[in-house]
């Protein structure tokens, strides 16, 4: 039986009986949020809670670099279209009712599946994020928040949506909150006008923080160059976009010589296999040759309303088979590499120390129970990314502190009634 209180908070706690790279190990965890020692026996420690993992295996929180949390409350409300259709004539119409309240309920809904499945911080573009801000602090998860500008070439909205930005950073940082951290996110090049992606740049350096914004998912060439005489890429770069702090979702039709200038500039690339074969956007991110070039890789699920789910382990696998099968090569992204996209590769472009069980680093890590999906355990990461899925996942600890234990995440209820509950009624008062 799970003990009730050791939930919620990061205090000293010893995991016994686990597996770590398919070795018998203990974690300790020391209670400032960092894990302390990882060997096969720990004696020395003053743990308040011993976990027993009855050979479970040991793995990083997942990482979830692309997400729209609120839009789990669209899950299954619209499906089996191209993108721009499923935007313009369900999507944006059906956001434009959204509450702040709607918001919360949603994000919420978007940390519970998390925590269900493993996943330890998420790089979140969206509206109203102040509300998604309340939702990850109750829910002990970590993330990146964006607000998303779109202003759509016009010059009055342009300075309306900066004036949300620099509101929303501001209080995003005013909560400090080490588990959140505040980034901007212009959403893509045809929503947002070359004021609107220059601004953006120059607060992310400014306030030093990540710069979150959706880049060809679908080819978005043939326009760039019929109205800015450049591809996408250089576009980006021309407006200062590209830096080390950028991060791009989706990157499916990059060319040889984007991805070389994505790798001078130190652009972190979002792999988010699932939307974009759901959305048929025509290409696989050219991993290969990112890989080769040394652009940092990432995995996200993009919005549980084009995915529709936010399991990283479902994504690790989705990842793993579609560079095999569009690429025609049966070794791209083993997968040991695919755990690395789906952890510390995120870890790094967001500047946190996570992704990685060893000493020193956040103690954000989860374990996955045995279970008919994992034995043999001949090797812990290829059962997790090829066999496994993301509610294997029986225990996520976040910053030291235990999200779910035995399958038990306090307060998992209520959050499914409530977000039940607003979704309906969002989209009756959208289709009213
Ligand atoms: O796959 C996508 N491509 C482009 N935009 C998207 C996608 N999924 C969601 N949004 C939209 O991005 C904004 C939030 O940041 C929202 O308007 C959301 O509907
Ligand atoms: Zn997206």
């Known amino acids: 039986m799970t003990e009730p209180d050791i939930f919620g908070k990061t205090v000293p706690i010893l995991i016994r009986n686990v597996t770590l790279n398919n070795k018998p190990a203990e ?3 020391d209670g400032t949020g960092r894990i302390g020692s990882v060997a096969e026996k720990i ?7 011993i976990i027993d993992g009855n050979g479970a295996a040991a793995l990083p929180g997942m990482v979830n670099m692309h997400t729209h949390s609120p839009m789990g409350l669209l899950r299954g409300y619209s499906d089996d279209m191209p993108l721009f259709e499923w935007l313009s004539t369900k999507i944006w119409p059906t956001e434009a009712h959204l509450t702040e309240n709607d918001i919360y309920w949603g994000a919420k809904l978007a940390c519970l599946e998390m925590i269900r499945t493993g996943t330890t911080t998420f790089n979140d573009m969206y509206f109203m994020m102040n509300n998604v801000a309340d939702a990850v602090d109750e829910a002990g998860i970590r993330a990146c928040l964006s607000y998303c500008m779109i202003d759509g070439g016009d010059h009055a909205k342009f300075e309306s949506e900066c004036s949300v930005m620099e509101k929303t950073v501001a209080a995003l940082k005013a909560r400090n909150n080490p588990r959140i951290m505040p980034g901007v996110s212009p959403h893509a090049i045809y929503t947002v006008s070359e004021e609107g992606l220059r601004w953006c740049a120059e ?7 990540p710069l979150h914004i959706h880049v060809d998912e679908t080819d978005e060439n043939p326009d760039c160059i019929k109205a800015h005489g450049m591809r996408v890429v250089p576009w980006l770069d021309h407006c200062g976009v590209l830096s080390e702090r950028c991060i791009a979702a989706h990157c499916c039709w990059l060319d040889a010589e984007d991805i070389r200038l994505f790798a001078d500039r130190g652009v972190t690339a979002v792999h988010n296999p699932v939307s974009n074969m759901k959305l048929t ?6 991993y290969p040759e990112m ?5 940092n890789v990432a995995l996200g699920t993009d919005g549980a309303s084009s995915n529709n789910d936010l399991d990283m382990f479902a994504e690790m696998k989705t990842a793993a088979l579609l560079q095999k099968f569009f690429w025609n090569d049966p070794t791209l992204m083993p ?3 695919a755990l690395a996209v789906a952890s510390r590769n995120g870890a790094k472009a967001l500047g946190i120390n996570a992704g990685i069980i060893a000493p020193g680093y956040l103690a954000d890590l989860i374990l996955v129970g045995r279970n008919p999906t994992n034995v043999p355990a001949f090797n812990t990461t290829s059962n997790a990314v090829y066999a496994t899925g993301g509610l294997a996942v029986d225990t996520t600890i976040c910053n030291g502190a235990v999200l779910m234990h035995e ?3 306090p307060g998992a209820e209520e959050i499914l009634q409530k977000a039940g509950e607003v979704a309906f009624d969002l989209v009756r008062r959208a289709t009213a």
């Open 27 to 29: 974690i300790y965890l």
């Open 291 to 295: 890989k080769a070039a040394g652009v």
């Open 407 to 409: 399958g038990v995440i």
């Open 335 to 337: 997968a040991d590499e």
């Open 203 to 209: 607060f992310s350096r400014t306030e030093n923080i």
């Open 281 to 286: 956007v025509g290409r696989a991110l050219p």
């Open 43 to 49: 004696t020395d420690h003053d743990a308040e809670f």
